[in-house]
């Protein structure tokens, strides 16, 4: 007997009104559908006649409290957006690392599947994710492109002192400044680390094309070559460091920055971070609500694409994944008014420079990151009760000769299962094997040529780190796809065609992950009537036969309500698909899919 699992965010947003009921009413019905068969009948109706959820609420301007907020300008200014939220530097990492883990001890909390998965097993477009490389085909040009529109890409010359420094970089390990370029805007430039020239800038440059191509939200990143000469410093500016000092950034402090910057001839190297659009209103968190944002209704831990974003993160090393490194923006109506209201809040990811090998100070630490949290309570009781003997996959880990700039990032040691990011991330903690095949899903649409593009991205000066991190880079992807591709069925892109063909496309297949012949395909009407099946390179259809009539019933009928099940020989699990015959003139309607544990 099934049961019906109601799922309901563990924080509701104080004064949340209008779009955000119908959006919580919508997506209940949408996350219980995949999952709840109503009650014991012969023929269990989990979904509804209706389409899946292509695009959440939570991108409809919404009304955001009005506050007192003082300005130099305005002292009696009234704000209608959300706080700014202050992330401290160490904070995070104290929280996640010790009190989190100290809460949760006696506490009962599962980790139920996400909440905002659609009838399909995907994640509708929002505020936090838009549907690219998973929905539909992408150029190279696209790829390596990443969130940068032909406007913002920074010309090669201008004149002197036409770029201009307005603010030094405050916080964050890589020194670097504001400068504002005339009629392309404002953009943060960050040197590489002097030690390994040319990898914190590939690095910031590829992992934010990556997540833009997968569908995240991201800055738009490049690397630039310019004449210190087209720089002109602002007099006056300060900035603050890592541990809350300001300091002034003048000539002096400028030079520095300069002198540890990589160089290319009288060129210097630097990551050009574009500023993001709207009001900046501080870092989104990986667990809980944003109680002034009345859209966030769904606790973040529970979020496919946050849960998901762990195998994208372990694909690139990117261990940095924190709260510090992304970015809240609220997109008020009013572009005079950025904190105006109606409006409502994007969700960007920040600074992926630790993303390809980046290194701590102390090689026992280096060693560690992408296997072990910082403070790791599980490794630290097995070493206790070990005595420290058995040799750990860190132990062994190696710079390969001739690429120590990308550390010990490789693929021998990585373990898609096993990787860990520099300490719990709630939302990473939670992820699902259905989160995980969600995510390899889209992962498996990065081809050779994709993978090439990507590590073309980082302009290295040597084209053996273009091809080493090509290669690192697409044997990581296949091992990700080894395992997430072969438990709950690989098939996508299922949809009826012609009326009465049910049809999918094989990741597995389609990405090479067994022999060819290894694949063999099924599909049965159930309960048990085998369906005649068509199968070219990785696309699969069945024939579906007519179980009710044009007329008579009505369309939701329980008559008119089938169910199929599809193996392809690989995958331990199998895919359900639920559909409504509409009679041979309408044809069939899918109304959703289940993967079946195996």
């Known amino acids: 007997m099934s049961q019906t699992r109601i799922f309901v965010p563990r924080r509701s947003p104080k004064g949340a009104r209008g779009p955000v009921a119908l959006r919580f009413a919508v997506l209940l019905g949408v996350a219980i ?118 406007l913002q890409i920074l010309p090669d010359e201008a004149p002197d002192g036409s770029w201009v420094i307005d603010e030094g970089k405050d916080n964050g390990s890589t020194p670097g400044f504001r400068v504002d370029v005339p009629g392309q805007g404002k953009f943060l430039f960050k040197a590489d680390d002097e030690a390994k020239p040319e990898r ?40 603050t460091d890592n541990s809350g000092l300001e300091r002034p950034f003048d000539e002096a402090a400028l030079q520095r920055v300069l002198k540890i910057a990589t160089r290319r001839g009288d060129r210097v190297r630097m990551q050009a971070s574009a500023w993001l659009p709207g009001r900046l209103i501080g870092p989104f ?56 209201s109606p409006g409502y809040v994007r969700h960007y990811y920040l600074d992926m420079s630790d993303c390809l090998g980046s290194e701590w100070q102390w090689d026992g630490v280096s060693r560690r990151l992408g296997y072990s949290y910082l403070l790791d309570w599980a490794d630290i009781g097995l070493d206790f009760i070990s005595f420290g003997i058995p040799t750990r996959r860190w132990d062994r880990v190696k710079r390969t000769l001739g690429r120590e700039k990308f550390g010990y ?33 889209i992962l498996s649409r990065f081809t050779p040529a994709m993978v090439r593009t990507l590590a073309e991205t980082g302009e290295f000066s040597d084209p053996g780190d273009t091809a080493f991190l090509t290669e690192v880079l697409k044997g990581r992807l296949r091992r990700i796809l080894g395992r997430y591709l072969t438990r709950l069925s690989p098939l996508a892109d299922v949809h009826v065609d012609r009326g009465d063909r049910l049809c999918a496309v094989d ?22 009537q085998p369906l005649p099946l068509t199968h070219s390179g990785s696309n699969i259809c069945v024939t579906l036969p007519h179980v009710a009539g044009d007329g008579g019933s009505a369309d939701a009928a329980p008559e008119r309500y089938v169910s199929v099940t599809l193996r392809d020989g690989v995958a331990k699990g199998s895919l359900r698909a639920y559909l409504y015959d509409l009679g041979p003139v309408r044809g069939y309607q899918l109304a959703g899919v289940e993967r079946t544990d195996p």
């Not at 946050?306 to 261990?319: C, E, I, P, Q, V």
């Not at 719990?424 to 259905?434: G, I, K, L, Q, V």
């Open 33 to 150: 559908a995949p999952a709840s068969p109503f009650g014991c009948a012969s023929s269990p109706r989990p979904f509804p006649l209706r389409g899946p959820l292509q695009r959440d609420t939570d991108l409809l301007p919404v009304a955001a409290p009005c506050r007192r907020d003082p300005t130099k300008r305005d002292p009696r200014h009234v704000a209608c957006a959300p706080e700014t939220y202050i992330s401290p530097l160490a904070w995070d990492g104290v929280d996640n690392s010790v009190f989190r883990p100290l809460s949760g001890v006696f506490a009962v909390d599962p980790p139920g599947e996400a909440l905002n998965a659609n009838s399909l097993d995907e994640v509708p477009d929002s505020a936090w994710f838009t549907s690219r490389l998973g929905a539909r085909s992408m150029s190279l040009e696209e790829i390596g492109a990443g969130a940068c529109s032909p």
């Open 200 to 239: 914190a800038t590939a690095a910031s440059v590829i992992g934010a094309a990556a997540y833009h191509a997968v569908g995240f939200f991201t800055s738009c990143e490049q690397i630039v070559y310019f004449r210190p000469a087209m720089l002109k410093l602002l007099p006056g500016l300060r900035s």
């Open 285 to 340: 968190r990986y667990e809980g609500t944003r109680g002034d944002d009345p859209n966030d209704i769904i606790a973040h831990e529970d979020r496919r694409e946050l849960r998901g974003g762990r195998l994208l993160a372990a694909w690139l090393d990117h261990f940095d994944a924190r709260e510090q490194n992304s970015m809240d923006v609220w997109l008020a109506d009013r572009d005079d008014e950025p904190d105006s």
């Open 409 to 441: 990032f490789n693929v021998d040691d990585f373990s898609a299962e096993g990787w860990k990011n520099e300490y719990p991330n709630p939302a990473f903690s939670r992820m699902t094997e259905r989160d995980g095949a969600w995510m390899a899903r």
């Open 507 to 528: 990741l597995a297949d389609e990405s090479a992950l067994r022999p060819g012949s290894e694949f063999r395909y099924s599909g049965v009407l159930l309960p048990s």
